[in-house]
């Protein structure tokens, strides 16, 4: 039935009764079901006639379904005693619901707050709380208030199942700000609790803005010159909701202008503002122009908004100011330019124009120049000369040309006149003007020199004792007589005459003529002379000609080698004679050249003395020894300068045979290599080869040894350097040395087959190793093994289990919620405890300890190789990481994504089977996965750990301890599938490598590599529930793991394998989520197993015991899961294993990075550190790059927080950062400081750092860096 509606069911007997039957009909369950009638009578007659039974359900407040039961009992006849029953179903037709009134709310900015109401719909099933938030945008002007009686904003209203219908008030305000637009927000109200969890529902504010917008201008008036330029300010009187162009409107006329932004080229006819600078003057320059008139003009200048675009409260805005521009204009006659400079013979112009507009007609004449060959016309198309222009009201602005003339004279002198400009009529009577006029003359003073009456432009050649006439006049008439005096710059080579010449102005353009001779001389150089020609008086004093006279001699210059082509040998020499075939004039130089440098030549100058120029000079050739063999070319240059032998040279072609051999150089003749270890030699080349070159190695015992590179390849360009050849010993099973002759045979160009040995002995390092040897580091190894994978499936079987949708992390044990209250503090307290609690423990210990001390460990945990130390080593404590675990939902498509992080730790203990010696261990762990929840029901996911272990065991009774140490790094594949009848199965996969180290009490250590791999596949069935909270389900898994060596550095660890398998069946008793308190639930489970091991050490079988806990506090986001595993008992004697947990859970920060981050991941290479690993940009350290050699190949975990806040326009986030790694660069990193980030372009770091490792001084630095992307 429904709510508030009836049904009915009828009731018959199924025989004839024997007498009379009363039918009873009693009702059990909720008080909202009524039954009518009561009671039903039946007797012989009617038996078979079915009787309506009424079932009716009340009205109730709440929305919960009800249950109830009829029964049926009879009486009388042979009916007595008979019972029946009717279930009763009672649908409620309430929903639940959140009324708020009035909705939507509107509130006045700045106001008083305005009320609404909230109550709930329907009665509760138990107390729910409403949480009040904004969503969508957020609008920080507008603030709420659940309860005004308490100080500070309340968020939430709490109702009970008694107050449920009361309606509860909520004060909403809205802050005065600086716009003038309406705002609006939405407010979310969250329920939780009862069934009411997860309802929701949204108010929406409507904020009515108090601000009234309008234009603000600095000025109402404002006086300015004529063109000249003034300004004013204008700027908005609210914040608006979008940007406003204010337009600036031009006055009629055009001369004056409005430019809103003088920064940019050109006139802005706007201004624009934006919601950030609306605030802040904006420069108006109002420019004028001049006009043509003597009067003062006033203008009104307009500033407006659109009233069609921009925000809506700015539309139609507008603002003005009264502009007044003062005239000053003066009556004149303007002339354009007021000089000219024409050069004679040509012509130029000027323009004339009024400097004010006249009333009426006005001429202006132009008076006659003085020098008569200055001419001017004011009007070309008339004929002759017009000297008058004339200007009216309307043309007095408009230029009008004159042209002057300088007309061509026969003296070059230059010339200056001054034209007068006189002007009449309509106010204009009286003004004048001038224009200077500077004629430069083209005639200019010079010398024309002519032979045959034809201009010389080449030089006069003459033979010697040839004699040439030259004719020389003056090119202008010059203002007074002109004597031109003539010189020979070498008169013992050539002379001339006459020496003077004497020009009028009356014969200043005839030619008069001189003669030039030239000497005959005893050498054999020929001479090159100038005739100078000077002239003197008038405008010709200082003027000059020149004239040049080559003289070709009749004698010629040699040199005389004793021999032009030359044979030498390689490093050995020859000589050459070198003579003079005329006498020179002076000292002469011979210098020596080669083309290619396959010879020297000594001395590289000869000098033959004017004196004795006539005996000869010996040349010493040597053939230069090089390292191929190739003969060479070369050619000898001599070039001899000075006495008269200037650019001659001669060549002497050189062959020079070279004496080199082809063979392969070694570094050595023997080569000793360590098994397991390396050794090189070095290969080169004896001589340059003609082209490439290719060296092998042939012959090699590929069982003994490795080479590196086993191919060389040298060409011309590198074949002077030496190579590299890396020996690598190989491990065998023998304790022998191994000799194996190394032969390498060059091939290509001149060195084809071409051969060399080297003699190499691998040296063996090994020692016999003991069965009982390799069955101890097996069965160690197996134990390894066996604890991996159950460490694994009790990590990752947490996942198969976990809830979905909560965030958890652990810090230092500190339980943290993110971006809950007093998150920060927490963390902060427990990475201090954490750190802190270490170096207390060791100064407590030894008071000398250092900062190395405190940071080669990882919290508490004393660290070797990055790693931390192994059982029965210096340490007295271990503790768990700073960041031991961590969930983190990210959503996902169709259900939830996951990413998650665990630490789990689990130890062995037994003893050999076959060797009755103890062992006992210990393996750490760190997982790091990622997985997806499906709406089926179906989880998949990935994972990577990083696993470090470690264990002591001896051989022999009484003897010394082994030590071994182990580390791993694993992917993990896994899947969760549900299965029909609530059953589970599930599938986990692993494969990975690492490495193994064994140190002996010798000291003699071993490192072999590592590889495993494991599989997981389990089931869980539900059986039955025993009473309304607890169920029972039926449990099972069988996997296996296997792990093996591939190489070794000692043969201890080579070719080790080790397998074991589990095989597990249990129950598993799970109890529903208990309330422990007002705000904590708990929801515990408890397992027993019986368990069969396989494997050739720890055997047999084995009950186990497992426990966990996960306490929830849902108002709080906030969670712990807490598990145990023990093995209670097993058939191995003395074997032991246990492994426990703890994880936190709660939610994530928000998307912009406000509250806790946390971070944890594997790294491998090299790491990196910012600003103080940058250190090779100023200078490498080699120790530095020795350290970062190291790391190239390390691997690492590295672990982060950080909680940020709102800081100004940024977010300001304190925070840390450690790392550890392993290998041969172990190293342990602590970073911690401030980050301040603005947007996506702004980043700034403070932090200091703390380093120590294997190799590394323990350091600490401080930096600080800024970065900025553009």
């Not at 006539?614 to 001599?638: F, K, N």
């Not at 010993?729 to 091939?747: E, M």
């Not at 101890?776 to 996942?799: M, N």
């Not at 762990?925 to 089926?936: A, E, K, L, M, S």
Request: charged share 20%; glycine share 12%.
């Amino acid at each position: 039935s429904s709510s508030g509606a009836d049904n009915t069911f009828t009731v018959v007997l199924a025989t004839q009764p024997s007498d009379d039957v009363e039918v009873q009909l009693t009702r059990s369950g909720s008080g909202d079901v009524s039954v009518s009638p009561g009671s039903l009578d039946f007797t012989t007659t009617n038996w078979s006639t079915a009787q309506t039974v009424t079932l009716s359900a009340a009205e109730d407040d709440d929305a919960v379904d009800d249950e109830a039961t009829i029964s049926i009992s009879t009486t009388g006849g042979d009916y007595a005693g008979l019972t029946a029953q009717v279930d009763v179903d009672v649908e409620d037709n309430d929903e639940i619901g959140i009324t708020v009134q009035p909705s939507p709310v509107v509130v006045r900015e700045g106001g008083a707050s305005s009320r609404i109401r909230v109550a709930l719909v329907t009665q509760p099933s138990a107390p729910v709380t409403l949480t009040l938030s904004q969503t969508g945008s957020i609008n920080n002007d507008v603030e709420f208030d659940t309860d005004s009686t308490q100080t500070g904003s309340q968020s939430t209203l709490s109702f009970t199942t008694q107050n449920w219908a009361q309606q509860q008030p909520v004060e909403i305000s809205a802050k005065d700000d600086t716009d003038s637009t309406d705002d609006t927000a939405s407010i979310l109200l969250s329920a939780q609790g009862g069934d009411y969890s997860g309802l929701t529902t949204t108010v929406r504010v409507d904020v009515t803005d108090d601000d009234r917008p309008n234009l603000v201008v600095s000025q109402g008036e404002l006086t300015v010159d004529e063109g000249e330029s003034t300004s004013f300010t204008v700027q908005l009187s609210t914040q608006p909701s979008a940007s406003v162009t204010v337009g600036l409107t031009v006055p009629e006329g055009g001369e004056v202008t409005l430019d809103g932004d003088a920064v940019q080229s050109g006139v802005q006819g706007a201004v624009v503002f934006t919601d950030q600078n609306w605030n802040q003057a904006r420069v108006v320059t109002v420019a004028t122009l001049h006009d043509d008139d003597a009067v003062d003009d006033f203008h009104t200048l307009s500033l407006s908004v659109s009233s069609d675009s921009g925000p809506a409260e700015y539309r139609g805005a507008s603002a003005s100011v009264s502009l007044t521009v003062k005239d000053d204009e003066k009556p004149g006659i303007s002339v354009t330019p007021a000089s000219l400079e024409i050069t004679e013979g040509s012509s130029k112009e000027f323009e004339v124009a009024l400097t004010s507009q006249p009333p009426s007609s006005v001429v202006v004449t132009i008076a006659q120049a003085a020098n008569a060959f200055i001419e001017f016309d004011t009007d070309a198309d008339s004929q002759g000369s017009q000297s008058e222009l004339r200007f009216n009201a309307e043309n007095w602005s408009t230029g009008q040309t004159v042209t002057v003339t300088a007309l061509q004279d026969v003296d070059s002198q230059d010339a200056e006149e001054t034209l007068r400009l006189s002007s009449s009529g309509s106010g204009y009577n009286g003004y004048q003007a001038g224009v200077e006029v500077t004629v430069k003359d083209d005639d200019q003073p010079a010398l024309e020199l002519t032979r045959n009456n034809l201009a010389i432009s080449d030089p006069v050649a003459l033979d010697e004792g040839e004699s040439a006439t030259i004719g020389v006049r003056l090119v202008s008439r010059p203002s007074e007589a002109v004597v031109v005096s003539l010189s020979s710059s070498d008169a013992d080579a050539v002379t001339v005459s006459p020496r003077t010449l004497d020009f009028t102005q009356g014969n200043w353009g005839v030619v008069q003529n001189f003669t030039v001779t030239g000497a005959d001389d005893a050498d054999s150089v020929d001479e090159e002379v100038q005739i100078s020609l000077t002239t003197s008086g008038g405008n010709y004093e200082g003027r000059s000609a020149s004239l040049q006279v080559t003289v070709d001699d009749d004698e010629s210059a040699g040199l005389n080698i004793s021999q032009t082509e030359l044979t030498v040998v390689e490093g050995e020499n020859k000589t050459l004679t070198v003579t003079l075939n005329n006498q020179p004039v002076g000292d002469v130089t011979v210098d020596l050249t080669t083309s290619s440098g396959a010879v020297t030549v000594s001395p590289v100058q000869l000098v033959f003395k004017e004196a004795s120029w006539s005996g000869g000079l010996d040349v010493t050739v040597s053939g230069v020894d090089d390292h191929d063999r190739v003969d060479g070319e070369d050619v000898i240059l001599l070039t001899a300068s000075g006495g008269g032998y200037d650019r001659i040279v001669e060549r002497v072609t050189v062959t020079v045979q070279d004496d080199d051999v082809a063979a392969l150089k070694l570094s050595d003749e023997e080569l000793n290599v360590p098994e397991g270890g390396s050794a090189s030699f070095v290969v080169s080349l004896s001589v340059e080869p003609t082209d490439s070159v290719a060296v092998a190695i042939a012959g090699i015992d590929a069982s003994a040894i490795l080479c590196i590179p086993d191919r060389l390849s040298f060409t011309r360009e590198n074949w002077t350097q030496p190579q590299v050849i890396t020996v690598i010993g190989l491990q065998d099973d023998d304790t022998d040395d191994d000799d194996s002759p190394l032969n390498l045979v060059a091939s290509g160009a001149d060195y084809d087959g071409i051969r060399a040995q080297l003699a190499v002995t691998v040296v063996d390092q090994d020692e016999a190793v003991s069965e009982a040897e390799v069955e101890a580091a097996e069965g160690v190894l197996e134990e390894f093994g066996r604890t991996l994978l159950g460490s694994t499936v009790d990590v990752i079987a947490r996942r198969f289990g976990a809830l979905p949708g909560r965030a958890a992390a652990d810090v230092g044990g500190a339980e943290v919620e993110v971006g809950g209250e007093g998150a920060f503090e927490r963390a902060l307290q427990g990475a201090l405890r954490h750190f802190g609690g270490a170096a207390g423990a060791e100064r407590g210990a030894d008071d000398t300890a250092d900062a190395a001390d405190h940071l080669m460990r990882l919290g508490s945990i004393r660290l070797r190789d990055g790693r931390p130390l192994r059982l029965g080593q210096s340490a007295t404590e271990r503790r768990d990481p700073l960041l031991r675990e961590f969930t983190y939902p990210l959503g996902g498509p169709g259900g939830e994504t996951t990413a998650w992080m665990r630490f789990n730790r689990g130890e062995f203990s037994g003893e050999f089977r076959e060797l009755g010696q103890g062992y006992d261990g210990s393996q750490d762990g760190i997982w790091v996965g990622i997985d997806q929840r499906f709406g089926n029901g179906v989880l998949f996911g990935a994972a990577v750990s990083e696993n470090s272990g470690d264990a002591q065991y001896s051989i022999f009774s009484g003897g010394s301890s082994i030590l071994m140490d182990t580390r791993l790094l694993m992917v993990m594949p896994y899947i969760e599938i549900p299965v029909r009848g609530g059953g589970m199965l599930s599938l986990i996969l692993g494969s990975g490598g690492g490495e193994i180290d064994s140190l002996e009490a010798d000291g003699s250590k071993s490192r072999a590599y590592l590889s495993v791999q494991m599989f997981s596949l389990g089931t869980k069935w539900p059986l039955t529930r025993l009473g309304r909270r607890i169920s029972l389900s039926l449990t099972g898994s069988i996997g296996s793991s296997r792990l093996g060596t591939s190489c070794s550095t000692q043969i201890a660890l080579c070719g080790l394998n080790s397998s074991g398998g589990r095989m597990s069946v249990g129950v598993e008793l799970a109890h529903d989520e208990m309330q422990m308190s007002r705000n904590w639930k708990m929801t515990p489970r408890y397992a027993m197993s019986l368990r069969q091991d396989s494997g050739s050490q720890s055997k047999g079988g084995g009950m186990e015991l497992s426990g966990s806990a996960s306490m929830a506090a849902p108002g709080d986001r906030f969670s712990i899961d807490v598990g145990l595993r023990w093995l209670a008992m097993h058939a191995t004697e003395a074997y032991e294993e246990w492994g426990g947990s703890v994880e936190l859970q709660l939610r994530s920060r928000d998307e912009a990075g406000r509250g806790l981050s946390l971070g944890l991941g594997p790294q491998w290479g090299s790491s990196q550190s910012d600003v103080l690993q940058r250190r090779g940009a100023f200078g490498a350290d080699p120790r530095e790059l020795q350290r970062m050699r190291g790391e190239a190949g390390r691997a690492a975990m590295r672990a982060s927080a950080g909680y940020g806040v709102d800081l100004w326009a940024g977010l300001l986030t304190p925070f840390a950062e450690y790392s550890v790694s392993g290998g041969e660069a172990a190293s342990s990193r602590l970073q911690g400081g401030l980050r301040y980030r603005s947007g996506e372009t702004l980043e700034g770091r403070l932090f200091g750092e703390w380093e120590t490792g294997q190799g590394i001084q323990p350091q600490s630095r401080i930096g600080l860096e800024l970065s900025r992307r553009f």
